[in-house]
């Protein structure tokens, strides 16, 4: 398996533009996570989704901020408009219940850039 | 969740043993103790998790102490590859988020 997939792996945006990081978990997993990470705030939840069905977005920033996941294996995250505070890491994560083993398997991110 | 105290940082010297501390007072019967590590630059890595026992896989060992409140994390071996932040993640089963530290950052050292 090649693990999760996140494109691009970097992106340099200005102000104001849409910016769209995407995702595709691994094969099976059954829930999906949208991390940010900065220097400031670290690695932060932004939200997840089970079977498809976002579950928390409370992480979410703002109304800026939007998550879709309209199949098992492809998500995205939208940013409109960005700013330069949305500059950070994006990582996605996918996980697999089974038994007791209740891990999350990241992506390599994707590493904004919003001038 | 209950929450967790680390070690800003640590360093060793490779081939020995590194064990990274973690206090986690407040937890509850049902939680686990989970550590993941982030190597510079990549997203985080699930190394080991653990309830009461002592647990061991191909990455690390994991020693929680009778009382719950505090285990460590063993790396019997480290090598330059192991330099990472390492966070100690405290979180029960049925729940569906990590919530992360700042976790501890190891620096292996020739």
């Known amino acids: 398996d090649a693990g999760v997939i996140q494109s691009p792996r970097h992106e340099v945006t200005e102000m104001g533009q849409e910016v769209t990081l995407r995702c595709k978990p691994i094969s099976g997993h059954n829930s999906l996570f949208w991390y940010r990470q900065t220097m400031m705030r670290g690695l932060e939840l932004l939200i997840y989704f089970n079977n498809n069905v976002p579950i928390d977005d409370s992480g979410m920033p703002e109304d800026r901020f939007s998550a879709k996941m309209p199949n098992a294996s492809f998500s995205t995250l939208k940013i409109q408009p960005s700013e330069p505070r949305d500059s950070a890491v994006y990582f996605c994560a996918s996980r697999s219940r089974s038994g007791s083993t209740d891990t999350q398997y990241f992506g390599p991110g994707t590493r904004l850039t919003v001038l | ?110």
């Not at chain 2, 070690?7 to 206090?23: F, I, K, V, Y």
């Not at chain 2, 061991?56 to 929680?64: D, F, G, V």
């Not at chain 2, 192991?82 to 029960?92: F, H, K, L, S």
Request: charged residues 15%; contains cysteine.
């Open chain 2, 1 to 110: 969740d209950a929450k967790t105290t680390q070690p800003t940082s640590m360093d060793c010297a490779e081939g020995r043993a590194a064990n990274l501390p973690c206090n986690h007072s407040t937890i509850s019967g049902n939680e686990y103790v989970y550590w993941y590590r982030q190597i510079h630059s990549q997203g985080p890595q699930y190394i080991i998790h653990g309830l009461k026992n002592n647990e061991t896989n191909e990455m690390a060992s994991l020693i929680i102490t009778e009382d719950r409140k505090s285990s460590t994390l063993i790396l019997p071996h480290a090598t330059l590859r192991d330099t990472a932040v390492y966070y100690c993640i405290v979180r029960g089963n049925a729940g569906n988020m990590l919530t992360f530290g700042g976790g501890t950052r190891l620096m292996v050292k020739p």
